[in-house]
Structure formats: structure tokens, C-alpha cells
T-cell receptor, first 117, second 113 residues
């Protein structure tokens, strides 16, 4: 099956620092990738849609200057949490649709647990 | 706005039992429905994808059904094993955009040896 690699799997940082999370599609090209946030025992909330070669589309209530998304190639999207604060601590997961179009089966990365001290 | 509910929130069964997980959704105008498995602290693994025109999908010991008109899907797990212990999420996809799927909160399954 398709593989989506997400790195790092966990990160601990001080308040005020920026953290970059990478999401790679290893065996297929993805013009679109998705970034989610998940709180303990809750479901996934879509944060933004990452579009290769163009600006990301953010969901309502998500600060685009806080969560910078870059999709520079067909296999890599990055999420940078800028000036992280404790309330940004969460589990972040990316996904990519197999086949590249947005209506295909979703494959997920393994997630990144962010802890901001 | 689509709402997805999964009942029960947690389920514990002895090994070998057959079980059913439920997923209900409020808006029947869906494109597809996908069942996922999530292990603690991990990402999601796709189990089954049902297109809106389909009634069910099967993979090994798993069978997922879809009744779009009543807004329900079930995931049937046959002959459960301790390795099946995980959280199972269903996600309902709107037209042509899997990424905007609405996820349920999941059912946490524990299969006891």
C-alpha cells in the first residue's frame, strides 16, 4: 500500500520557538496533502489543505501565520508551527490521497506529538 | 454541517468474539466512507473504503457496510484477536474531497486474551 512518512514523531520545544514537521509521500506523488490536529481522545480536525505549487487553504479558525504550510514538491509538504506556545501542544497528522486527486483513498503519516514547555 | 457519531466509545470483548462497531452520520449526501484503525500515539491506517454507490466492502476478517439513506455504517470484525485492540475511526467524505472528511471520535476496542 501507499506510504506516507511523517517526521519527527515527537518533539519537545520551549515556548516561542518554531517547529517544522515534514510529510512525505514515499511511493506516489501528491499534489494535495492535508494537515490535521488531534486532541487526546478526540477525533481529527482538518487544519489546512496543502497544495503543491500554490498557497495552502486553511480551515476557518486556523491562523495561517501561525501554522505555515509549504508544499514545494509533489512528495513533500511541511507544517511549521511558529512561535509555539503550550496551547499548541497536540498531535499533528498529515495525509495524502492516493492517486493525487482529492477524492481518493487517504493515507496517513504516523503523526507528530508536539509538546511545548 | 456533517456530524459523525460512533457508538460505543469503548468496547471490551474476549478473544474470538465477533463484534460490530457503529458509525452514524447526519447528512446522507456523502461521496465515500472510510474506516481507519489508530494505535495509541500513531497515525491512521486505512482499513476499508466504501464509495457512496456501494453497500459493503470486505477485507479478511473485516466487513464494512453502508446504508446511505439511513446514515449508517457498521464495521464487523470476525473472530477478534488481541492484536485488533485499537481505536477505530470512521470518516465520511463529502463530494470529491477526501481531505474534508468528517471524522467520528472513534471506538476504542480492547480484545482480551
Amino acid at each position: 500500500g501507499a506510504v506516507v512518512s511523517q517526521h519527527p514523531s515527537w518533539v519537545i520545544c520551549k515556548s516561542g520557538t518554531s517547529v517544522k514537521i515534514e510529510c512525505r509521500s514515499l511511493d506516489f506523488q501528491a499534489t494535495t496533502m492535508f494537515w490535521y490536529r488531534q486532541f487526546p481522545k478526540q477525533s481529527l480536525m482538518l487544519m489546512a489543505t496543502s497544495n503543491e505549487g500554490s498557497k495552502a487553504t486553511y480551515e476557518q479558525g486556523v491562523e495561517k501565520d501561525k501554522f505555515l504550510i509549504n508544499h514545494a514538491s509533489l512528495t513533500l509538504s511541511t507544517l511549521t508551527v511558529t512561535s509555539a506556545h503550550p496551547e499548541d501542544s497536540s498531535f499533528y497528522i498529515c495525509s495524502a490521497p492516493m492517486g493525487g486527486t482529492s477524492n481518493e483513498k487517504l493515507f496517513f503519516g504516523s503523526g507528530t506529538q508536539l509538546s511545548v514547555l | 454541517k456533517q456530524e459523525v457519531t460512533q457508538i460505543p466509545a469503548a468496547l471490551s470483548v474476549p478473544e474470538g468474539e465477533n463484534l460490530v462497531l457503529n458509525c452514524s452520520f447526519t447528512d446522507s449526501a456523502i461521496y465515500n466512507l472510510q474506516w481507519f484503525r489508530q494505535d495509541p500515539g500513531k497515525g491512521l491506517t486505512s482499513l476499508l473504503l466504501i464509495q457512496s454507490s456501494q453497500r459493503e466492502q470486505t477485507s479478511g476478517r473485516l466487513n464494512a457496510s453502508l446504508d446511505k439513506s439511513s446514515g449508517r455504517s457498521t464495521l464487523y470484525i470476525a473472530a477478534s484477536q488481541p492484536g485488533d485492540s485499537a481505536t477505530y475511526l470512521c470518516a465520511v467524505g463529502p463530494n470529491h474531497n477526501a481531505g474534508k472528511s468528517t471524522f467520528g471520535d472513534g471506538t476504542t476496542l480492547t480484545v482480551k486474551p
